[in-house]
């Protein structure tokens, strides 16, 4: 039984690495993304990043290390992990509400391409394996210094959105809230 | 060529250099901008710059402008927020304990985030602001004297 077991496992892994050899090879060879700047993932309003360093760099944690008070400390802690793990839910949904959209478009496609969809689950399950680790990872330790983990999930995120806009060009979201109201499409969200 | 863009860039930067620029903190940037903007309906209205474009190149102009400096004091560090803070709250002759209670009771705050923000970032706004003001209760409760002669 564990023999079968150990076989199954390593079949698998080796069906994941070839699959990503061969989507990595394909995505070198690839198209260039006709998408202007798939970034904004989990906010509108463009500041994405500027929310991730904040809450997942050190700058803060570190002043608050030097003000010697444990209540302090413990609470600022608790509130960032709050904070830090409610970012992770709205990336998870944003991307969530990227790929509603995309079933959608590729249910009434007649020129559905097996290897992109593939490709796209394959990033998609990649992005949601990038925040459960994260989720996990921020309620164990807290979300300070995680800025490296946090920009390989954007990076995920931002392919998710490439190969997306790639497959069905989209209307592209995301556009600064400023550019809107600036052309007088005062949106409010 | 987009006119009420060009117009609204031209009125904020004019209201950078005559206004915002004499302000000396974002977080004061900030409560200022939030002054603008009717309570009831969320319009902003400056007289001034409103005669100098149009009202509503004006009010879009505020409320970029407003948004803009939100997103300045939300993702500014920690330090920055209690620095910012402290002076702003120690700018009312020596009030400093008094503007301190207020803002932990009062929570006035909690209107100066611009209504197009997003959620997360307002709460990072909040719970950075909410947490300046620990800070500064817990310093000024280790050096109640240096604080009174401030």
């Known amino acids: ?189 | 060529m987009d006119t009420f863009a060009d117009a609204v860039e031209m009125a904020r930067r004019d209201l950078r250099e005559r206004t915002l620029s004499r302000i000396r903190t974002p977080l004061e940037r900030l409560v200022y901008l939030a002054s603008l903007r009717d309570y009831r309906t969320g319009r902003y209205s400056h007289d001034g710059l409103a005669i100098r474009f149009s009202e509503p190149v004006a009010a879009t102009a505020l409320r970029l402008e407003h948004i803009e400096v939100f997103r300045t004091v939300a993702f500014a560090s920690l330090q920055s927020m209690v620095r910012q803070l402290d002076d702003f709250l120690s700018a009312v002759n020596g009030e400093r304990s008094e503007s301190l209670i207020t803002w932990q009771t009062l929570e006035p705050y909690r209107v100066v985030v611009p209504m197009v923000e997003d959620r997360l970032s307002t709460r990072i706004f909040l719970s950075n602001i909410k947490f300046a003001l620990a800070i500064l209760t817990m310093e000024q409760r280790s050096t109640p004297e240096t604080s009174a002669a401030a």
């Open chain 1, 1 to 189: 039984m564990t023999a079968i077991l150990s076989y199954l496992a390593a079949g698998l892994l080796l069906a994941v690495f070839l699959l990503r050899v061969f989507l990595d090879r394909d995505n070198e060879e690839g198209q260039s993304p006709d998408f202007g700047q798939p970034h904004d993932f989990w906010s509108a309003s463009g500041s994405g990043m500027q929310v991730a360093t904040q809450l997942f760099g050190s700058e803060d944690w570190d002043y608050v290390q030097g003000l010697n008070s444990k209540r302090l400390r413990r609470r600022f802690l608790k509130e960032r992990k709050a904070l830090a793990l409610t970012w992770v839910e709205a990336a998870r949904s944003e991307a969530r509400a990227l790929m509603r959209v995309h079933r959608t478009a590729s249910s009434t496609s007649p020129h559905l391409n097996l290897l992109a969809e593939l490709r796209i689950a394959y990033i998609y399950v990649g992005f949601l394996f990038y925040c459960a680790v994260l989720e996990t990872v921020i309620r164990i330790r807290g979300p300070v210094a995680l800025q490296n983990f946090v920009a390989l999930a954007d990076a995920r995120s931002v392919r998710l959105y490439e190969i997306v806009a790639q497959v069905f060009p989209l209307a592209q979201r995301g556009e600064d809230n400023l550019d809107h109201i600036a052309s007088g499409d005062a949106g409010q969200r």
